[in-house]
């Protein structure tokens, strides 16, 4: 399956959990550690568990190497090595501004010459 495939199959995946303000970015031409990075919205900590218990299941039955995880009940970070996943709550979401980073990354503002 192509990156693409992947992560459309990950976006379904987490859409029909009902997770929520479902975003992709793109980083394949930035310095960053993965080329894809999802956000997604969980509507609290049980919510946050339960979409990557789903998505563990997904991952193994789709032979999909899960790298990697850091979960606490308001976030949990998936690394697949070329996509990157962020599980949280509304309000960490807000707190941390993962978008304005991602976006300002991917404009190349934060480029080591």
Request: without cysteine; charged residues 35%; aromatic residues 10%.
């Amino acid at each position: 399956m192509s990156i693409k495939e992947r992560v459309d199959a990950i976006v379904k995946l987490l859409d029909e959990k009902k997770g929520e303000d479902i975003e992709v970015f793109n980083l394949e031409d930035s310095d960053y550690i993965a080329k894809q990075v999802i956000l997604v919205n969980s509507l609290g900590g049980k919510h946050t568990s339960a979409l990557y218990d789903n998505l563990r299941v997904f991952f193994r039955e789709n032979n999909e190497e899960l790298l990697g995880a850091d979960e606490s009940d308001d976030w949990v970070v998936v690394y697949l090595g070329d996509i990157l996943i962020h599980i949280m709550t509304p309000q960490y979401r807000m707190r941390y501004s993962i978008e304005e980073f991602l976006k300002e990354l991917k404009e190349g503002k934060f480029k080591v010459d």
